[in-house]
C-alpha cells in the first residue's frame, strides 16, 4: 500500500511541477526584462555611442562599368562637379554619431551592430527620382559642360594672347601662366568628362549610383585613431536611420550597447531634465577624430518628443536618456526618435 501511495505522491508532485512551470518561466522573463531598465551612469551612457566616419560620392556606369564621378545632385537632378576620375574632388567626408544597439530588447545581443541617422535619406530620394531620367539627365549635363567648355576657349585665346605680347619679366606674367595652366586642366577634366559620357549614352544601361563607406573610429594604444570598416545592412536607402555592422562582428572592449525597448521606455515631459550621449561637433565641417571623445551633456525636454540641446552638443545619432539613467530615444533635429520606432528585433532595419 506504500508504495502505491509514494507513487501517486511523486505523480502529484510532478504535475505541480509541471503547472507551475510556465508561470515560473514567464516570472524569469518579467525579471529579465525588469533588469534591463537599469538605470545607466554617466560613464555608461558614453560608453554606449561611437564615432563613424562616413565616406560618400556618386558614379555614373554604363552597362555596369564606372565611367564618371560627381560630389553631388542637385535639387534640380543634375551631377554637380562630374570628374572622369574618383579622386579627392568628388569625395564627401563626414562624421557621425553612432549607437551601439542591442539586437533584441532584453538580452545581450549586439554582434558590431551600430544605429546611425542616415545624413542622405533624401540624397537617395533624389537619386530614386533621378533613376528613370538617367539619359535625360546627363544629356543637361553634356549641355552645360559643352557651354562651359566654350566659355573656357574664350579665356584660353584671351590668356593665350596676353602670354604671346608678354614675358616673365613683366609684372603679373606668373599669375597670368598659373591660371593658364588652371584653366587649361579644367578645359582638359570637361572634355574627358563628356567623352565618356556621350560614349555611355550610348549603352544599353545607365545608372546613377550613390556610394557610401562606413568606418568605425576608435582610440588605439598609443594614441591615435583605429579605422575598422563596417557594412550597412538596412537595404532601403530613403529610411531615416541605417543599421551598420563591423566586418568582425565585434564591438570595442569597453562598449556598452543599448537595449532599444519596445514598451515601457520613459517619456519626458516639457521641462524635464534629460542627458544626451554623444561625439560633440561630429557634424562641423573640419572636425578632426583625432583625441575625439564622447560626452554626456545635461538639458531639458521641449514637449512633442523634442529637446533643448543645440545641435552642436546633440548632432544626429546622439542617445538620449531620461535625468534616471533610462533610455528615452535617439535625437535627430532635435527630436527623441523612441526605440520603438525600429521594431522588435530592428526588423525595420534589416531586410
Known sequence: ????????????????VLQSLPVALAAIAVVIYALSFLPRSAERMRRAVALVERVSYYRVCADGKPVAWFRELGDSLRPVGLSPSADSTV?????????????????????GLLLVANADSMAHKR?????????????????????????????IEDIDYYMRIHNVNDDGYNVMAAYDVSVKAERDSLTKVVGALRSALGKRRLTVELVEKYTLLTADTA???????????????????????????????????????????????AG???????????????????????????????????????????PDGSLVFSSGGQLEGVSVDGRIVRPSSFGFGLKRLLP
Open 127 to 155: 537619386l530614386s527620382a533621378a533613376g528613370g531620367n538617367v539619359r535625360p539627365v546627363l544629356e543637361n549635363a553634356i549641355g552645360a559642360m559643352e557651354r562651359r567648355l566654350s566659355l573656357i576657349g574664350r579665356k
Open 272 to 314: 524635464d531634465s534629460v542627458v544626451v550621449a554623444s561625439y560633440p561637433g561630429c557634424a562641423l565641417y573640419g572636425f578632426s577624430p583625432a583625441g575625439a571623445k564622447a560626452q554626456t551633456f545635461k538639458g531639458a525636454a521641449a514637449g512633442k518628443a523634442r529637446h533643448a540641446l543645440p545641435p552642436l552638443l546633440a
Open 1 to 16: 500500500m506504500r508504495p502505491m501511495r509514494r507513487l501517486i505522491d511523486v505523480k502529484l508532485t510532478y504535475k505541480k
Open 91 to 111: 569625395v564627401t567626408v563626414s562624421h557621425v554619431t553612432a549607437a551601439w544597439v542591442d539586437k533584441y530588447p532584453f538580452i545581450p545581443s549586439c554582434p
Open 223 to 269: 594614441g591615435g585613431v583605429a579605422r575598422t570598416a563596417c557594412v550597412c545592412l538596412t537595404a532601403d536607402k530613403t529610411s531615416p536611420f541605417m543599421l551598420l555592422q563591423t566586418v568582425d562582428k565585434r564591438k570595442p572592449d569597453g562598449a556598452s550597447a543599448v537595449y532599444l525597448h519596445q514598451w515601457l521606455t520613459p517619456v519626458a515631459d
